[in-house]
């Protein structure tokens, strides 16, 4: 560890970008939240704005956070976050296998989809039990194929489909219509009106790519006949819910990754705090030490060993999953209120934890927007702000976009982020 030099506390705040909402008058959530102690921290520090991934995109979460932690892909060689989610929930993956984020939907007879997270409320019981019924009863043309299937949280589900006797290629495209995929990246696509599954197909003329869409495609028309009277989705539909009659599936990805650990990268100890599984898959391919702090919402445990960790660490990275939810569901006042939860719960606790802590430095930003209007990730930029005793205060009141936008730090990429704020600290 460092002898001298700044304690950071890296928060990244999942989907906190946002745009003016008619249900606020006119403001984001953030200008609309109650938040004194992101406000305090704000009036310590300075601000600026980050384009997370590149002008133009708007990217999941797996790349989003790679770049935001300083590896940014720009020359391609992006593995997907079919691999990254198989590496995060421990399922068994090899290379020429093919890794597959799945989101479990809802459907009509004719495979319009009318809800991409099937209600988003799922629990582990109805999805380990649809997943049991698929692996046991899906069978493809090609006897050496196969399908491994892993439920993780709520309509999310890591899918990975296998050939005996070739590689599978990743050259396919997506079965779910939201999502494009450029270079191993998965881009949120400008959607609107009616969507419907969509029939994967070979990007190149390769045995390999057409068998690996061959196979998605036999996946995905038999998951939706073997869930259709399923009794999981006879008891949500009779309790009124949506059935979770569908897989969509994106982000193929057919090898492990390999990149500079970032203890090596940053010439420091670097451990995190994360739960999701494609966090957890970015923590293990990055070397970072991981620190248990409960569950999602559990944020007075989160910042208490956040600041416990710097005993262990030099810089620990904080993700927060809160915000992204609501701007997907279009709920601007749920996000304004878990914007104030958050800084009450998790960043009063932290600047409290942190008060014996020599020379703690704060950075917080987002992976990227999520804006409520749009209900979907979005290429907005997203506020960042450094705070600590060696940084120049730039008048920044309060963390908003608008502040984000005027403030000293100016206009940055995600994967020159940390390296910046590093440097700012001390």
């Known amino acids: 560890m460092r002898k001298d030099g700044a304690k950071i506390v890296y928060v990244l705040l999942d989907g906190v970008g946002d745009l003016p909402h008619p249900a606020l008058n006119g403001l984001t959530p953030l200008e609309a939240a109650y938040t004194p102690n992101l406000d305090l921290l704000a009036r310590n520090g300075a601000m600026g704005q980050v384009i997370s991934v590149g002008r133009g995109i708007a990217p999941q979460s ?17 593995v997907g976050r079919g691999v990254i989610e198989s590496i995060g929930c421990n399922i068994d993956f090899k290379d020429g296998d093919l890794a597959l984020r799945g989101n479990f939907a809802t459907v009509d007879d ?126 949500r539909i009779a309790s009124g819910r949506k059935p979770m009659n569908c897989i969509l599936a994106r982000d193929s990805g057919n090898r492990f990754p390999s990149v500079q650990p970032i203890n090596e990268k940053y010439g420091m100890k670097i451990g995190c705090i994360v739960e999701m599984p494609v966090e957890v898959g970015i923590s293990k391919v990055l070397g970072m030490k991981m620190f248990e702090a409960g569950s999602l919402e559990d944020y007075e445990l989160k910042a208490r060993v956040a600041a416990k960790s710097l005993s262990k660490v030099d810089a620990v990275y904080v993700h927060i999953k809160g915000p992204d ?42 992976d990227h927007s999520t ?44 994967a020159e982020v940390l390296a910046t704020a590093i440097e700012l600290v001390g």
């Not at 797996?62 to 992006?78: E, H, K, Q, T, W």
């Not at 939201?178 to 070979?202: L, P």
């Open 62 to 78: 797996d790349i989003a956070v790679f770049n935001m932690l300083g590896y940014s892909f720009r020359d391609g060689g992006y």
């Open 110 to 235: 004719s495979n319009r989809i009318t809800d991409r997270r099937a209600g988003r409320v799922i629990s582990q019981e109805e999805a380990r039990a649809v997943c049991k019924t698929l692996s046991e009863n899906i069978r493809f043309s090609d006897p050496d194929a196969s399908v491994a299937l892993e439920p993780t949280v709520a309509h999310r589900v890591v899918i990975r489909l296998r050939h005996n006797r070739m590689k599978l290629s990743d050259k396919i495209t997506n079965t779910d219509p939201a999502y494009d995929k450029v270079e191993g990246m998965g881009i949120a696509k400008a959607t609107t009106g009616d969507m419907f599954v969509q029939k994967s197909e070979a990007q190149e003329d390769t045995a390999e790519a057409r068998t690996a869409a061959q196979m998605l495609n036999e996946f995905t028309e038999q998951v939706v006949k073997l869930l259709k009277d399923h009794p999981v989705n006879r008891a």
């Open 325 to 366: 939810e609501f701007g997907h569901d279009g709920d601007a006042r749920g996000k304004k209120k878990n914007l104030e939860d958050i800084d009450r719960r998790f960043f009063g606790t932290l600047l409290k934890d942190l008060a014996g802590v020599k020379n703690p430095a704060i950075v917080v930003s987002g």
């Open 371 to 414: 804006p409520c209007v749009k209900k979907a990730h979005s290429d907005d930029p997203v506020p960042l702000l450094v705070s600590g005793s060696k940084v120049k205060q730039d008048g920044s009141a309060r963390f908003t976009e608008k502040y984000g936008k005027k403030g000293s730090l100016g206009l940055l990429m995600g």
